[in-house]
Antibody, heavy 121, light 110 residues
Framework: EVQLVESGGGLVQPGGSLRVSCVGS????????MSWVRQAPGKGLEWVSV???????YYADSVKGRFTISRDNSKNTLYLQMNSLRAEDTAVYYC???????????????WGQGTMVTVSS | QSALTQPASVSGSPGRSITISCTGT?????????VSWYQQHPGKAPKLMIY???KRPSGVSNRFSGSKSGNTASLTISGLQAEDEADYYC??????????FGGGTKLIVL
């Protein structure tokens, strides 16, 4: 069974840092385009970042310069390092596999269950 | 990076059809026929329902269909069932390698 499992969420103070992880089973993280999508409480989905199989990375303007997406091929794990956290970063963070053709993403077909990040003093 | 525009809510009676619109710009929906649609039940992860504008993943009911005209994509659900009640989100690839979601539409089955 193909599965993505996130972990690492928790409570962090404004200005702090946190790293969330996403382990793949039945799927090779490094061979796929992998993305982070977040959802603030009671709000809609917001795309955060993507890492291509070739290593290129892209970010939403709202997190650019503060968040870093990466992966550890030996652990089949995707990461999102979040620095300078703000209250508005409070959300459930989902990892998802992105289907693509020639570098153009056209859907997120496999999702994890999400991990909650709360930024509050 | 502005979100795609969706109606906040739509409603329909069991057995009827509804359509949810998703309006973007010539930099996203209008240029790429790559709109995807997601269903999300409360407390659950999103589920892919439509990709590349009109294609259904294996296992998704053929009651779900997608289309596009200009800068607006649409999701139609026919033969509404109680279990279709959920939030629905559209998503499009955009210039500069980013992706945009719509604000979401709450479907109410009367």
């Amino acid at each position: 069974e193909v599965q993505l499992v996130e972990s690492g969420g928790g409570l962090v103070q404004p200005g702090g840092s946190l790293r969330v992880s996403c382990v793949g089973s039945g799927i090779t993280v490094s061979s796929n385009y992998m993305s982070w999508v977040r959802q603030a409480p009671g709000k809609g989905l917001e795309w955060v970042s993507v890492i291509y199989s070739g290593g290129s990375t892209y970010y939403a303007d709202s997190v650019k310069g503060r968040f870093t997406i990466s992966r550890d091929n030996s652990k089949n794990t995707l990461y999102l390092q979040m620095n300078s956290l703000r209250a508005e970063d409070t959300a459930v963070y989902y990892c998802a596999r992105a289907r693509h053709d020639y570098g153009v993403i056209h859907a997120f077909d496999i999702w994890g269950q999400g991990t909650m990040v709360t930024v509050s003093s | 990076q502005s979100a795609l525009t969706q109606p906040a809510s739509v409603s329909g009676s069991p057995g009827r059809s509804i359509t949810i619109s998703c309006t973007g710009t010539s930099s996203d929906v209008g240029t790429y026929n790559l709109v995807s649609w997601y269903q999300q039940h409360p407390g659950k992860a999103p589920k892919l329902m439509i990709y590349e504008g009109s294609k259904r993943p294996s296992g998704v009911s053929n009651r779900f269909s997608g289309s596009k005209s200009g800068n607006t994509a649409s999701l139609t659900i026919s033969g509404l069932q109680a279990e279709d009640e959920a939030d629905y989100y559209c998503c499009s690839f955009a210039n500069s390698g980013t992706l945009l979601f719509g604000g979401g539409t709450k479907l109410i089955v009367l």
